[in-house]
């Protein structure tokens, strides 16, 4: 191994040059080691300091419905959900509220949940369509391949509005709501500073997403920039997997037997089965995304490791809600479906509803039709549009599975609803067959269903037929508001996963001695008379590494030239495992590493400055020292395009 090596950022700004200087005039031959050195803290370290909060309030933002629960530090083993909300729908029970937001035309919130949707719904065509309304954004943070501050999303109208604004609209709703009711039940107004808080992401969102949702935090004052350790960004199938190992027999359904767990006495956890060692996969089925997570248990004090990286994709239950949409456009046209939901927004939102509780009445076994009411605007404005009716265009469309009842609704037949499903189902169950044949992922004892879509008969069905009995598939019985309580637990104690599993290789890019016959020629860089190879990456983690929580990546890094105030440094990453060169394929630049080394001259003829960067955690965290007076400088990486 040399011990001899220069660090220079890829594109050599000349105010950003990163040089450590060579190891050995340190002394140290492990100061810029080529391999990542990783070290893990002292155990005292590690112990989890006492917060000083008094509650702890989780945020399950999610692609259709949202909500919170809570609990307080001196009793965590009491979690509350939220007040009932005004406004359900029928044939959906649950303490969450739709994710729909509503702006009024001068740009300002209006309302939020169930309040939103009945008042757009409620107001005049012509006056609904200056009104901002939006449902199911969520998903824009993870479709969206640059990410950035400036990111837009499309309300019903049509209209444009920063994704930031709403997120953190959606997000200053959810802290104004859970204040007031914690100041309810305190009986005086209760403070900020008080609550730790928590907001789920899909784990297999990118690093832009998670630091999105930081930025909205900010931006809508659930805490400040000052202490961003107020915040802590949850994993949803981490927080539903915490969860889930804490289940009592009788607060869950075992689909093998399909009844509530019998046989045992029901205050055991599902610890009967649950001891060291056991592996078992969190399937977390959303509105936008499909989450897997695999977790052994390690007792006895039952902390958790991940076994293979998250992973997944955008396989929610909306996916049925675009398939009926094209079932729509297949009969009605797709040239009247754009116009009405421009021209009638409220009327589209109605007939989505209409169509959502039917598509919870979907099941293996349903032999009678369902029936889906349209608007009285949709059977209206077709005739406007077309000339002729809703009926005829039934009769004269190729579809056979649908029908127009004599009481002016859409009559599906079950067949044609579980179409709708299958290609979203499809894609799960394609998912779970693959991630079941990774070596990483054999013995595995149990198997959660969790997240809302998780209710689906066809889904239960479908994951019982791909599994053919080789784990136990459990369902819990609140499979709504699973993840919520699992994040308020791991907000409780956010030390309980030990260890995960980067979902990418991350480095960065560096000069290293040229070695004849090992680098290309391409890469030569002649200086002072030593040759370089430019464009190294040097890794600091691979992908599906096990890193440790609090395990740090150490390197050093020196300013090009004494009086610089910042060394900015690229981060690169890659889904590939060995990375050569920067400019291998699959390699991008996914984020900048700032050192702000301003106010701390340093008396040394060479500056060193040693960066600490943590990716145990679910997000990365970087620290830094000035090595010659042991002070520290202020660190950051930042992941959203600028």
Known sequence: MMTEKELVIDDVITDAMATPSPAKSMGDPGITPLSPTHVL?????????????????????GTTSSGYAYAFTKEPECIHTMRRWEGGDPGVSNQKTPTTILLSPDRKFHSFGYAARDFYHDLDPTESKQWLYLEKFKMKLHTTANLSIDTDLHAANGKKVKALDIFAYALAFFKEQALKELSDQAGADFDNADVRWVITVPAIWKMPAKQFMREASYKAGLVSRDNPDQLIIALEPEAASIYCRKLRLHQMVDLGSKTALNGYSPTENVGVGMTQGDRYVVVDCGGGTVDLTVHQIRMPEGHLKELYKASGGPYGSIGIDYEFEKLLCKIFGQDFLDQFKIKRPAAWVDLMIAFESRKRAAAPDRSNPLNIN??????????????????????????????????????????????????????????????????????????????????????????????QGRSRIIIPHDVGLTILKGAVLFGLDPSIIKVRRSPLTYGVGVLNRFIEGKHPPEKMLVKEGTCWCTDVFDTFISTDQSVALGE???????????????????????????????????????????????????????????????????????????????????????????
């Open 41 to 61: 803290k002292d155990s005292e370290e590690n112990e989890p300091t006492r917060h000083p909060y008094v509650v702890v309030v989780a945020i399950d933002f």
């Open 374 to 467: 349209l608007p009285f605007s949709f059977i209206d404005y077709y005739k406007k549009f077309r000339g002729h009716s809703v009926e005829h265009a039934l009769r004269k469309s190729n579809v056979d599975f649908v029908k127009w009842s004599s009481q002016g609704m859409l009559r599906m037949t079950p067949d044609a609803m579980n179409a709708l499903f299958k290609p979203t189902i499809d894609h799960i169950i394609q998912h779970l067959t693959e991630l079941f044949e990774k070596p990483e992922v054999t013995d595995i004892k149990f198997l959660f269903l969790v997240g809302g879509f998780a209710e689906s008969p066809l889904l239960q069905q479908a994951v019982q037929n791909m599994l």
């Open 552 to 642: 740090t990546v150490k390197r050093s890094y020196t300013p090009a030239k004494p009086s610089q105030q910042v060394i900015v440094i690229h981060v690169y990453c890659s889904e590939k495992e060995s990375v050569s060169f920067i400019t291998d394929p699959g390699v991008r630049k996914c984020g900048t590493l700032k050192l702000d080394v301003s106010g701390t001259e340093s008396p040394a003829a060479r500056r060193e400055i040693q960066t600490l960067m943590q990716f145990g955690d679910t997000e990365i965290r970087a620290m830094a020292v000035d090595v010659a007076t042991s002070r520290s400088v202020k660190a950051s990486i930042d992941f959203l395009s600028q």
